[in-house]
Nanobody, 128 residues
Framework: QVQLVESGGGLVQAGGSLRLSCTAS????????MGWFRQAPGKEREFVAA????????SYADSVKGRFTISRDNVKNTMYLQMNSLKPEDAAVYYC?????????????????????WGQGTQVTVSS
């Protein structure tokens, strides 16, 4: 059974930092791209960042560029999201996702439809 488990969420003051982790189990994600999405109350789930299997290509939403960094450790089957200079508008439930090997080209990394596997989410709260 495929499982993605997020961790690292919590409450932080504006300007602070958090590091989210997403650990995959149940199958190998060799060749899979992985991404982070977030959903705030009353809003649609939106793309945050994504990374291809090799780590050579990353993609970020404009709203987080320069503040967030995505990375992965394929030996540990784990993806990370380092979030710095957090703002109240970053507050949301953060979801990790993984696609099937060969699912698409880098230009589609931001598409929700690309991803076949999703975690349950971790809450990030940013106080002003």
């Amino acid at each position: 059974q495929v499982q993605l488990v997020e961790s690292g969420g919590g409450l932080v003051q504006a300007g602070g930092s958090l590091r989210l982790s997403c650990t995959a189990s149940g199958r190998t994600f060799s060749g899979s791209a992985m991404g982070w999405f977030r959903q705030a109350p009353g809003k649609e789930r939106e793309f945050v960042a994504a990374i291809v299997w090799s780590g050579s290509i990353t993609s970020y939403a404009d709203s987080v560029k320069g503040r967030f960094t995505i990375s992965r450790d394929n030996v540990k089957n784990t993806m990370y999201l380092q979030m710095n200079s957090l703002k109240p508008e970053d507050a949301a439930v953060y979801y990790c996702a993984a696609d099937r090997r060969g699912a698409g080209v880098p230009s589609t990394l931001a598409w929700k439809s690309r991803y076949s596997y999703w975690g349950q989410g971790t809450q990030v709260t940013v106080s002003s």
